[in-house]
Antibody, heavy 118, light 106 residues
Framework: QVQLQESGPGLVQPSETLSLTCSVSGGSIMSYYWSWIRQPPGKGLEWIGS???????RYHSSFKGRVTLSVDTSKNQFSLRMNSVTAADTAVYFC????????????WGQGTLVAVSS | DIHMTQSPSTLPAYVGDRVTITCRAS??????LAWYQQKPGKAPKLLIY???TLESGVPSRFSGSGSGTDFTLTISSLQPDDFATYYCQQYDTYSTFGQGTKVEIK
């Protein structure tokens, strides 16, 4: 079955750029939508944005201008870049799959904790 | 943005109890609503989508109802494995989650 695995630095300096990659295994990245969702410690879930296999991306209004999603179909991966991070961006970041542009998330990665600290 | 409000925030319950969690949307989302279960240190797990459709492999003691702005998740007989935090998610317009309901041992 399809599995997702997040990877990237666990510590980012304030004002720097957070970069994460989600690797898709056991299935193709094609014909599905892919999202990033985050969860600050002890808090709820927040959708960041989504991307389709053609590179079309949509973003939550809270992140527009600060976040960029990209996809590499040859590597079966998609990525998140978030610039100008602050301590408020400390969270577990999940990647997830959804069958349509606006839809439920049926497959999730295990999540990766990113701390923003000097 | 569509805002989702869950209640209660915490729900103390016994094994065997019938448990109901409510989710209210700030505007109509038809039936574009999903429910997830999350345990500490784990990713959320999809339980229900389209407000009432049970995801494959999810026990039948879980059920969902509602449309428009008001939705419920019901666990007919709470099992030890069900103590967790539950989230609703609207996907009518982009995606928004409720703040979560922690079902804890009474």
């Amino acid at each position: 079955q399809v599995q997702l695995q997040e990877s990237g630095p666990g510590l980012v300096q304030p004002s720097e750029t957070l970069s994460l990659t989600c690797s898709v295994s056991g299935g193709s990245i094609m014909s599905y939508y892919w999202s990033w969702i985050r969860q600050p410690p002890g808090k709820g879930l927040e959708w960041i944005g989504s991307i389709f296999d053609d590179g079309t991306a949509r973003y939550h209004s809270s992140f527009k201008g600060r976040v960029t999603l990209s996809v590499d179909t040859s590597k079966n991966q998609f990525s998140l870049r978030m610039n100008s991070v602050t301590a408020a961006d400390t969270a577990v970041y999940f990647c997830a799959r959804h069958p349509m542009r606006d839809a439920y998330f049926d497959v999730w990665g295990q999540g990766t904790l990113v701390a923003v600290s000097s | 943005d569509i805002h989702m409000t869950q209640s209660p925030s915490t729900l103390p319950a016994y094994v065997g109890d019938r448990v109901t969690i409510t989710c209210r949307a700030s505007q109509s989302i038809l039936t574009y609503l999903a429910w997830y279960q999350q345990k500490p240190g784990k990713a959320p797990k999809l339980l229900i989508y389209e407000a009432t459709t049970l995801e494959s492999g999810v026990p039948s003691r879980f059920s969902g109802s509602g449309s428009g702005t008001d939705f419920t998740l019901t666990i007919s007989s709470l099992q030890p494995d069900d103590f967790a935090t539950y989230y609703c998610q609207q996907y009518d317009t982009y995606s928004t989650f409720g703040q979560g309901t922690k079902v804890e041992i009474k």
